[in-house]
């Protein structure tokens, strides 16, 4: 049997969240967060059991790094997002607020990484 950690639960799958409400994608963002956590954590068995190794490699980049980048999206794209309560109305270029992390937008926002 799978790891639960490796299946997805039906809240980040279901059609609902294509029209979902505030409530719904909350519990959706909380629920794709403790899955992220969850597939950390399990990479992290593996490389303190031995059984696996991240290899550098062209395009490939760390676990660890590519859950900050998907934190720093859920921030940029929702926590800091001044109107993000507009929902399908809110303009595509609101004003956002500035990350939690002064070098956050350096790091991960892809138009200011050279």
């Known amino acids: ?11 980040i799958d279901s ?7 505030p409530a719904l994608l909350s519990l959706a963002l909380m629920d794709a967060r ?8 399990r990479f992290e068995e593996a490389e303190d059991s031995g059984h696996w190794r991240w290899q550098p490699g062209p395009g490939v980049e760390p676990p660890l790094w590519l859950a900050g980048h998907a934190g720093w999206f859920a921030e940029y794209w929702v ?21 939690l992390d002064p070098a956050a937008d350096r790091l991960w926002d892809p138009g200011l990484r050279s």
């Open 1 to 11: 049997m799978p790891h639960p950690a490796l299946n997805p639960s039906a809240v």
């Open 15 to 21: 059609p609902q969240l294509w029209s979902a409400g």
């Open 34 to 41: 403790n899955h992220t956590l969850a597939l950390l954590a």
């Open 79 to 99: 926590g800091r997002n001044t109107r993000r309560s507009l929902g399908p109305s809110c303009p595509p270029d609101p004003l956002r607020l500035p990350s």
